[in-house]
């Protein structure tokens, strides 16, 4: 089980899930995935191990400024052997003041109306997890990724999709935040089966 202990709240990863030591040196950090994709990847061409690594990297140290608890990255297979990466992000969002008990239900609702006004062209919804009720967002994302991390001069353009599912907590007031991100679109339905199993493993309690 992998937990966030602000939080007091766990969850299980998935097979072909690493998880990343958010103070690691970038260049140590991609030179191991550089030799990840080589070893699960040798078929590959050099062209897509150069994406994988460089786009995790910048989703990676996206989410790391951003103040993850968590981040972890995943390497797949696909049909075809095709390779797959994407990166799970978990954020823990914690007022400093409030009620001891929030009404989860109004709070997961709330969210999902203030993601629906500010992500018109979103998938927004909410969802029953064993946990819980959470409010659930699924959207595509254009990024500019610096082009120095591909030696050009100009940013390079990039679209993603992403999941983000708000879990408010039972322990008090707050929520924690996981964000499945990937640039496959094509094995979209995959990543939602995989993100589905993660927050399904959500507990209170440490197994």
Known sequence: MTDVDVADLWF????GFVEFDLAEDPESRMLRMADAVDTLFADATPEQKFSLVISGEHVLTTMIAAG???VSSCLLRMSG???SQATLCVLVERPGTGPEVQDRQAAARRTAAQW???HP???VGLVMLPYGICALCVREQHLAVPGALFGLPDPVPATVRQAEVWVPLKTGPGAVLFVLTT???RHWAQYVDVLSGIVKSISEERV
Not at 12 to 15: N, R, S
């Open 12 to 15: 299980e990863l998935p097979a």
């Open 68 to 70: 993850a608890a968590h």
């Open 81 to 83: 052997d095709e390779p």
């Open 116 to 118: 629906r006004e500010l």
């Open 121 to 123: 062209d979103a998938e």
């Open 183 to 185: 640039q496959d679109v």
